[in-house]
């Protein structure tokens, strides 16, 4: 005594909030009691508190004809372990073989469940009417020719919804190793009978590709917006970034294929300090290569932009590259040209490598317009160094043209940038070239270009073409920009040859008596004290039309009749003509 006696029907609910907020509903789980009778109330032994009666299980796994007995939280619960081939679970959603409890914490399996191709295994993992859930401490997806792939985890949350039929697997201690190659998974799965997504970043071996919604296939996945970066080799820095792409990853392949879903996308290159504009690019996984197009833009487009400091956005335009990620270089292809100070460096078949830190590797065989605007002069067969988008350097080769469309090489030595981020080049000529300015004028000296400027700068001497064997042929001092179409070398007051010995030109009356008048042209005097009758003035240049040499001004030479002195020497002969007025 006491006694307690039921004849009729009697059941033990679970459905208080404290147990998964109210999750076993009366009507759908509960534990139906036999017929009892239970002697000394005020003094039992928990051992001996066991009803008969069945378990009913709404649906989660079947109903279960098993003792109800007292547990240690001093609840009314079972321990039972299903069959071998296991318990149907949700009616056949899945299966679970293990061994489950009910008590104050619900229903709960230690064992393993098994849902289409994965198994997860697990203590006291939690079974309510609507799922399942709880930490594993072994999950595998088996992979399913063409559906599915193959993923494997030791500690990972998971949650079975038998409502909408989809089994979710989260990363906890430990990433989800997928494919069962380097690709791990710090997110989610979704499994479903149509097939597996996931959400998350997948780290790869030096790379990492995230996204919202991947869906899985055996070999490969594929996302419609994802986000992919690659790390490089050096100090861990980030080598290569890009946001809002479609990405196709195809591990028998060993490729990955992106595509901008904005036309074009920007991608960061931080190891080499640049970013660019593509519209797709292909990842090559095991050769650490990125091959990057630009289908979209004009050939033009400056899609290649310098982020250093120093080279004030240096820009070019490349429709397809490849990125070397372990090495830190970037091959590009199909480059026009590139924008430098004034000047236009086209290189030889489009082809531009940058490393590291933004150095340009020097270009070859590559030409040079200057500028931009006049497009006055074009260098050929040039070495380059493109060091910023106001500065470069170089040696080229260059054609002068003259008067008859003759050319004559000039090789530029020294081409640099000046202060008005103009290009300047500096050449020297040798006497042995043997170079004309035109087939009246033999030149041997220092050469400028200037971009800004149509002719060139001539600093050295000239030589006249003459038949006189009365004058030595003296080279000529002078520096002048020369207009090839209409040569004058400028006659200053002192005329001295390169070797600095004076020169003079015109009628000259000797100093000493007998007072004696003789012919020079640009040819040294016996004595300097001999003077000209009448000093040369203006410009030596050459009459095609009465085929001499003449020195006069510029007004002199078209007026004949006007004020000044003209001198000159026809090209046959060795009369010298001198008058002034």
């Given amino acids: 005594y006491p006694v307690l006696t039921s004849a009729g029907p009697s059941f033990v609910y679970y459905d208080n909030y404290s147990i998964h907020k109210g999750a076993y509903h009366r009507n759908r789980f509960k534990y139906a009691l036999d017929p009892f009778e239970i002697d000394s109330l005020d003094n039992f032994v928990k051992d001996n508190v066991r009803f008969t009666g069945e378990l009913l299980a709404g649906g989660i796994i079947p109903d279960l004809d098993v003792d109800l007995r007292l547990m240690d939280d001093f609840s009314l619960g079972i321990e039972t372990s299903s069959p071998a081939e296991g318990f149907p679970l949700y009616r056949g959603l899945g299966t679970i073989t293990a061994d489950v409890k009910l008590n104050m914490n619900g229903l709960q399996g230690t064992g393993v469940i098994e849902y289409l191709s994965s198994s997860l295994t697990g203590e006291e993992m939690i079974l309510v009417p609507d799922s399942s859930f709880g930490t594993t401490t072994s999950y595998v997806n088996e992979a399913i020719f063409d559906h599915v792939p193959a993923v494997e985890a030791e500690a990972v949350e998971f949650a079975l919804h038998s409502d909408v039929e989809m089994l979710d697997v989260r990363y906890d201690q430990e990433k989800l190793k997928c494919f069962g190659e380097d690709a791990d998974l710090m997110g989610a799965i979704h ?26 296939e055996e070999r490969g996945m594929n996302a419609d917006t994802a986000d992919f970066e690659i790390i490089g080799h050096d100090l861990n820095a980030l080598a290569f970034k890009t946001q ?12 990955g294929d992106f595509v901008s ?4 996308t920007q991608i ?7 970013f660019c504009t593509m519209d797709r690019f292909r990842w090559f996984m095991d050769l650490d290569q990125i091959q990057l197009e ?20 240096l820009s070019f335009a490349s429709a397809k590259a490849l990125y070397k990620v372990d090495d830190a270089v970037i091959e590009c292809h199909d480059v026009p040209l590139i924008n430098v100070a004034d000047a236009e460096v086209i290189p030889d078949t489009g082809y531009v490598v940058v490393r590291r830190d933004a150095q340009m590797d020097p270009l070859y065989k590559a030409e040079i317009i ?20 106001y500065d470069y350097n170089g040696n080229a080769q260059y054609l002068y043209k003259d008067v008859n469309e003759v050319e004559w090489p000039i090789y530029f030595d020294l081409i640099s940038v000046d202060s008005s981020l103009t290009t300047v080049a ?13 087939p009246n004028f033999e030149f041997t000296g220092n050469v400028t270009l200037v971009g800004a400027r149509s002719n060139l700068e001539f600093d050295g001497g000239t030589r006249l073409l003459t038949d006189c064997s009365d004058f030595n042929r003296e080279w000529i001092e002078f520096s002048a920009v020369i207009d090839p179409a209409d040569i004058k070398i400028p006659v200053e007051d002192l005329i001295v040859e390169k070797g600095k010995a004076h020169l003079d030109a015109g009628i000259m009356l000797s100093d000493d008596n007998p007072f004696k008048t003789y012919p020079l042209f640009f040819t040294k005097k016996p004595d300097r004290g001999d003077i000209p009758i009448f000093n040369p003035e203006g410009y030596l240049r050459y009459d095609d039309k009465k085929e001499r040499y003449v020195v006069s001004s510029d007004t002199k030479f078209l007026k004949p009749k006007s004020p000044g002195t003209i001198t000159e020497l026809p090209k046959s002969g060795c009369g010298v003509y001198s008058s002034g007025m």
Avoid: C, W
């Avoid at 499994?191 to 899985?216: C, Y």
């Avoid at 879903?261 to 074009?264: E, I, K, M, R």
């Fill in 244 to 255: 809002n792409v479609q990405a196709d990853i195809d591990f028998d392949q060993r490729i």
């Fill in 370 to 389: 200057t500028n931009r605007d006049t497009r006055f002069h074009r260098l050929f067969d040039a070495t380059v160094h493109v060091k910023g988008k």
């Fill in 268 to 274: 960061e290159l931080p190891a080499i300090r640049y």
């Fill in 294 to 313: 630009n289908t979209l833009a004009e050939s033009n487009y400056e899609n290649f932009i310098s982020s250093h400091p120093d080279q004030d956005s």
């Fill in 426 to 438: 500096e050449a020297k000529v040798p006497l042995s070239q043997e170079f004309y300015l035109d």
């Fill in 261 to 264: 879903h904005a036309g074009v």
């Fill in 191 to 216: 499994l479903n009978p149509k097939g597996m997504t996931a959400d998350g970043e997948f780290e790869f071996d030096d790379a990492r590709l995230s996204s919202s919604l991947f869906q899985m």
